[in-house]
């Protein structure tokens, strides 16, 4: 084998015991693993978020939710903070609307509306929700709990 061959296949070595390294954990001194929140455990990011219903009935007004630990005067905390953590994903904001231009049935879900603003997973919040069409009344009803569940109340689909 050449100085140069042998050279390469040094530095192959190398790179791959220092990925393997890394991927098992053990370039992390133990105590600092033992400090790090778990992915479960969101490290605190300040979640905070501020509803405010209108045009639901019962589930109209403005709560407050924290989350991590859940609370706040939301009549749903804990649970709505389950479902935003289920739906939230590392470098997609889980307010983000629909793309426009979807394909969404004419249907009217009422006359329900709500904003959510506030802060969640270290970002900024300011979101709109309506049941316009289709596609709104979707959008809403995957926020449920976080917003109120107008399909139990007989106010749309």
Same mark, same amino acid.
């Given at each position: 084998m050449s100085?140069?061959?042998?050279?390469?296949? /040094?530095?192959l070595l190398l790179a791959a015991g220092s990925l393997v390294a890394v991927a098992s954990g053990t370039v992390v001194p133990a105590a600092a693993q033992a400090q790090a929140p778990a992915i479960t455990?969101?490290?605190p990011f300040g979640d905070h978020l501020t509803v405010t219903v209108r045009g639901t009935g019962a589930g109209d007004g403005t709560h407050e939710l924290t989350c991590h630990p859940a609370g706040g005067d939301h009549p749903d905390a804990a649970e709505a903070c389950a479902a935003l953590d289920g739906g939230t994903r590392w470098g997609r904001d889980v307010f983000?609307?629909? /793309?426009?231009g979807g394909l969404c049935t004419m249907q009217y879900?009422?006359?329900a509306t709500a904003r959510v603003t506030g802060t969640w997973a270290g970002r900024p919040v300011? /979101?709109?929700?309506?049941?316009?069409?289709g596609c709104a009344i979707a959008r809403w009803n995957r926020f449920v709990p976080l917003l109120p569940d107008v399909r139990a109340q007989g106010l749309g689909t």
């Amino acid at each position: 084998m050449s100085q140069v061959n042998r050279s390469v296949s /040094a530095r192959l070595l190398l790179a791959a015991g220092s990925l393997v390294a890394v991927a098992s954990g053990t370039v992390v001194p133990a105590a600092a693993q033992a400090q790090a929140p778990a992915i479960t455990e969101r490290a605190p990011f300040g979640d905070h978020l501020t509803v405010t219903v209108r045009g639901t009935g019962a589930g109209d007004g403005t709560h407050e939710l924290t989350c991590h630990p859940a609370g706040g005067d939301h009549p749903d905390a804990a649970e709505a903070c389950a479902a935003l953590d289920g739906g939230t994903r590392w470098g997609r904001d889980v307010f983000t609307p629909d /793309a426009p231009g979807g394909l969404c049935t004419m249907q009217y879900g009422g006359p329900a509306t709500a904003r959510v603003t506030g802060t969640w997973a270290g970002r900024p919040v300011d /979101a709109r929700f309506d049941r316009g069409d289709g596609c709104a009344i979707a959008r809403w009803n995957r926020f449920v709990p976080l917003l109120p569940d107008v399909r139990a109340q007989g106010l749309g689909t």
